[in-house]
């Protein structure tokens, strides 16, 4: 989501409703399919996006990068910098950067043009993870707030299988100008649909920058940033040039890639479902299983994946460790530090995109000097590295493992 979490920076106060609430999470759900969809997007279109605005792939990657990078900031100072403003108009500004970001790259024909609408967008992400799903739980019914965050992540999930390729299938047969043009007008009817089901949603509380290092100060948290930097920075090294590869080494064209990379998502949520049993019993090999598998199967892409065969096999397996990994490493912080994700939840959300923006700038160095296979390998090599941080120093607590939806 490049990227992310369930904190709730909120207080657990709900929001007095006319009517029934669910319109109204259905329309942050709706905001967290189109961001993840946009945050993604260039993905798909890579060598398209490249070619025509006279750039390397590596640095066309910068689409994925900057956005990133944006995020984390944004998702302090939206966090501490709104104050007690009513988070229903707080949300539609976050849509509406949404908005403008798409229609900025669609109509740009200069790079750093580009950028900057994706530098918008950036903000919209990280104040949307930093505020969105903890929103959702303040809306719903008491009782009801896991299956408000439920529709939150499936909306996420959504994305990540059909919301990536048919961004890659648009770009393919209209142009990817075209493509972001759709995401336009989706962030307009998303920004309208939250303009009439969202209530008015008042500050209970408001969060400071002395609150925020809180996270911080426990060593098991302090681990866990570290493995979550460390897994994320290599998912995303690999999977933002995974079209230049299967179009290049794999030999692969664009319908099949698009075909792939609906698969790689689908994917995706076998791994939530893996992961969650494997979480239940114990989150040390929740983390180590991520790392291997992921470790593995993007380390052995340019060896295996030279044909349709083996790379299908290897992205489906690439997948399902993808499903497993922000489960696998929010679980781990929320046992950690229950008691500071109120306040840190702004931390983790832009150490995770801090991580995806470095990954995706690590892998884009890597393509442009020494070619789009060694982005896999990059990528293989930090997540075992991960694995070998859990495997070394991560033992499982006490409690029983927190059961989360999965963030992508």
């Given amino acids: 989501?490049?990227?992310?979490?369930?904190q709730r920076a909120e207080a657990p106060v709900p929001a007095p409703h006319h009517g029934s609430p669910w319109p109204g999470v259905l329309s942050i759900a709706i905001g967290a399919f189109a961001l993840v969809t946009t945050e993604f997007l260039p993905v798909g279109l890579l060598p398209a996006i490249a070619a025509e605005l006279g750039v390397t792939e590596g640095v066309a990657g910068m689409m994925v990068t900057v956005p990133g990078l944006v995020a984390a900031l944004a998702a302090v100072l939206v966090t501490v910098g709104i104050g007690r403003t009513d988070r229903r108009y707080v949300l539609w500004g976050l849509t509406g950067t949404m908005l403008l970001s798409n229609l900025l790259v669609a109509f740009s024909h200069a790079f750093p043009l580009v950028l900057a609408g994706r530098a918008l967008l950036g903000v919209g992400v990280g104040g949307f993870w930093a505020l969105g799903p903890a929103l959702s739980t303040r809306l719903a019914p008491a009782g009801s707030e896991p299956r408000a965050l439920s529709m939150i992540f499936?909306?996420?999930?959504?994305?990540?299988?059909?919301?990536?390729p048919a961004g890659a299938l648009i770009g393919e047969l209209?142009?990817?100008?075209?493509?972001?043009?759709?995401?336009?007008?989706?962030a307009l009817l998303v920004l309208l649909t939250q303009m009439r089901l969202l209530p008015s949603l008042p500050a209970k509380a408001s969060v400071t920058f002395g609150q925020l290092p809180e996270l911080l100060r426990v060593p098991k948290a302090r681990l866990g940033i570290f493995i979550t930097m460390l897994i994320f920075i290599g998912q995303f090294a690999a999977y933002t040039y995974i079209t230049p590869f299967l179009a290049q080494v794999a030999q692969l064209n664009a319908k099949t890639i698009s075909?792939?990379?609906?698969?790689y998502g689908a994917a995706g949520l076998v791994g939530n479902v893996i992961g969650g049993k494997i979480l239940a019993r114990s989150v040390r090999a929740g983390l180590i299983t991520t790392g291997v598998v992921l470790g593995l199967s993007t380390l052995a892409?340019?060896?295996?994946?030279?044909?349709?065969i083996g790379a299908a096999l290897l992205v489906i397996i690439w997948g399902i460790a993808f499903g497993m990994m922000p489960m696998s490493v929010q679980t781990w912080i929320f046992q950690a530090a229950p008691q500071a994700?109120?306040?840190?939840?702004?931390?983790?959300v832009a150490t995770a995109q801090i991580a995806l923006a470095s990954g995706a700038l690590v892998g884009g160095v890597a393509v442009d000097h020494l070619?789009?296979?060694?982005?896999?390998?990059v990528g293989g090599v930090l997540a075992l590295a991960m694995a070998a941080v859990a495997l070394r120093w991560a033992r499982d607590g006490q409690q029983p493992a927190t059961k989360l939806h999965a963030v992508h």
């Fill in 174 to 186: 209209f142009g990817w100008r075209v493509a972001f043009h759709a995401g336009g007008v989706v």
């Fill in 154 to 164: 499936a909306g996420v999930s959504i994305g990540t299988v059909a919301g990536v």
């Fill in 259 to 263: 075909t792939l990379l609906l698969v």
């Fill in 1 to 6: 989501m490049s990227n992310q979490t369930t």
């Fill in 341 to 348: 994700m109120e306040s840190g939840g702004a931390v983790f």
């Fill in 371 to 377: 070619g789009v296979s060694s982005a896999m390998v």
């Fill in 301 to 308: 892409l340019p060896l295996l994946g030279t044909g349709l």
